[in-house]
């Protein structure tokens, strides 16, 4: 049997905490509706990049603690990013080929569905969305899913992340 080693672990996890400061860094109220799905764009990328090591537990982890950061119902966030963690695992080999422009427009797709499945557990708790710009941070997570592919690429190829 043949041992491999993984390399990296703490890049991947430096990754997720920078993700997560990201998501609670404040910003103008203006703004606060339109700050992109950080968690989820990083958890995409790491379940492309090495679907043998990330995947829906982690997805669920990532989740848990992102409930626990916002305030909202524990496991909310939870459920949005174990399915999304299950869609980009199952289709990594096909995604992996897609062009950034075209992983972009998936991107606002599955970020779209992540807050689909926010909004159905909020529906469910009868708070309604705030308004039309609930949907904002599939757009802005969409443009800015490039350069985030673009560094992480890069740092996992200088740590030799596996």
Known sequence: MIKSEHHGGWIICFSFIAALMLTAMPLPEWATNWRPAWVAM???????????????????????????????????????????????????QRIRMFPLTQQAFLICLLVSLYLFLSLWVRGIMGIPPDSWTYWMPAFTSMLLWPWLFIILRDIRRRYHVS
């Open 42 to 92: 990083v958890l995409v990328y790491w379940c492309m990049a090495l679907p043998d090591r990330i995947g829906i537990g982690l997805g669920w982890s990532m989740g848990l603690l992102l409930d626990v950061l916002q305030g909202t119902l524990l496991g909310q966030n939870a459920l949005g990013l174990a399915v999304l963690a299950y869609f980009i695992i199952k289709s990594h």
